[in-house]
């Protein structure tokens, strides 16, 4: 089971975030981003991250996740939250080594893809 969305940041750039289930409470989290002015369709992503995820819990309405990310030298917590309003997402890391992961990053998504990726976490990881 997985989902992938597309979003586009100010600057033009086109990010895709994939999320897919590997097992109960496991699955893996895939951010590629590309530079503004780049077709991801046709060319190499700017940038490609892979973690993988264990002890995966979502609420209900699938608004948010809680989970830890296997990464070399700690195992982050990571909450993914969806704003229903603005119809974005947000993925919070914290507890990186020396906290140089730590932070916030958000990402724009529209009406259609916030469904999907709420209704895919509620299927795959309801706790």
């Given amino acids: 089971m997985a989902v992938s969305v ?3 940041t100010d600057g033009g750039a086109e ?3 994939s999320l897919e289930k590997t097992g109960a409470g496991k699955g ?8 503004a002015a780049s077709v991801p369709a ?4 700017h940038r490609d991250e892979t973690y993988q995820l264990y002890d995966i819990e979502t609420s209900a309405d699938g608004a948010m996740t809680t989970c830890r990310a296997s990464a070399p030298g700690s195992d ?10 603005g119809a974005n997402i947000m993925i919070d890391v914290k507890g990186t080594s020396f906290r140089l ?6 990402y724009q ?3 259609e893809a916030q469904k999907s990726i709420q209704d895919f ?3 795959s990881f309801r706790a």
């Fill in 6 to 8: 597309m979003s586009r």
């Fill in 15 to 17: 990010v895709e975030v």
């Fill in 28 to 35: 893996i989290i895939r951010v590629r981003s590309w530079k």
């Fill in 42 to 45: 046709s060319s190499r992503p």
């Fill in 76 to 85: 982050p917590a990571v909450t993914i939250s969806i704003d229903p309003v």
């Fill in 101 to 106: 992961g730590d932070g916030r990053t958000t």
């Fill in 109 to 111: 998504i529209n009406g």
């Fill in 121 to 123: 976490l509620v299927a």
